[in-house]
């Protein structure tokens, strides 16, 4: 299995930006696909971003899209969230997430493995 750990959450104002990173350790990290998924309180988990094992196919969520970008390196392990134009809507823990099937899921049900979360908090 591979264990995740997300870091680079802060606290940021509106229209700024964050670089969150994911490190892996374990399992060789070119076998998963990688997802960003973010929980805002009293709500349910939501997609945000995803990309395959080559680091050549992604998905966005509508609500990111143009904002937000997903990236990978495979030799230091890593997958990373740049976000910019951040709103107050974006205030959430962000999660990464990994699965070994071909296709790039949206569904947080679909992703075995989970980091504990970075705080990401924008100011208006």
């Known amino acids: 299995q591979v264990q995740l750990e997300e870091s680079g959450g802060g606290l940021v104002e509106t229209g700024g930006s964050l670089r969150l990173s994911c490190a892996a350790t374990?399992?060789?990290?070119?076998?998963?696909?990688m997802g960003w998924f973010r929980q805002a309180p009293g709500k349910e988990r939501l997609f945000v971003a995803a990309?395959?094992?080559?680091?050549?196919?992604?998905r966005t969520a509508d609500s990111v899209k143009g904002r937000f970008t997903i990236s990978r390196d495979n030799a230091k392990n890593t997958v990373y969230l740049q976000m910019n134009s951040l709103k107050p809507e974006d205030t959430a823990v962000y999660f990464c997430a990994a699965h070994t099937e071909a296709i790039l899921y949206i569904t947080s049900t679909q992703y075995e493995y989970w980091g504990q979360g970075t705080q990401v908090t924008v100011s208006s």
């Open positions: 990309i395959d094992w080559s680091g050549l196919a992604t």
């Open positions: 374990g399992r060789t990290f070119s076998n998963y696909n």
